[in-house]
């Protein structure tokens, strides 16, 4: 019903910038999608990098607060994480999820659609 593929993943130095992209395709309208991103670092848990409601709330772990940014293009059916002043403890694969249920925690068990994920790597 949604498949979801990531880009912009990419090896960068303490500091800098990335955007990430989550271009949608799904048989339901993408304004209905609630979408999150999450990020997996080896040996541990996936967690929650930020949310964005189908009605617009917002949601950020403390970690990346006034340093990421998630928004969402619906004419592109695309999502977007804007990640700046990016820190070695960043260095994960960052995925994309997306639920009909209007959720936008970061309860991994309420999103039903995952994308395939895409490396973010930051050197110190």
């Known amino acids: 019903q949604v498949q979801l593929v990531e880009s912009g993943g990419d090896s960068v130095q303490a500091g800098g910038s990335l955007r990430l992209s989550c271009t949608a395709v799904s048989t339901h309208t993408y304004s209905s999608l609630s979408m999150g991103w999450f990020r997996q670092a080896p040996g541990k848990e996936r967690e929650g990098v930020a949310g964005?409601?189908?009605?617009?709330?917002?949601k950020y772990a403390d970690s990346v607060k006034g340093r990421f940014t998630i928004s969402k293009d619906v004419a592109e059916n695309t999502l977007y994480l804007q990640m700046n002043s990016l820190k070695p403890e960043d260095t994960a694969m960052y995925y994309c999820?997306?639920?009909?249920?209007?959720?936008?925690?970061?309860?991994?068990?309420?999103?039903?659609?995952w994308g395939q994920g895409t490396q973010v790597t930051v050197a110190s």
């Open positions: 964005l409601g189908s009605f617009g709330s917002l």
């Open positions: 999820a997306a639920n009909l249920g209007g959720f936008y925690g970061f309860n991994t068990s309420t999103y039903s659609f």
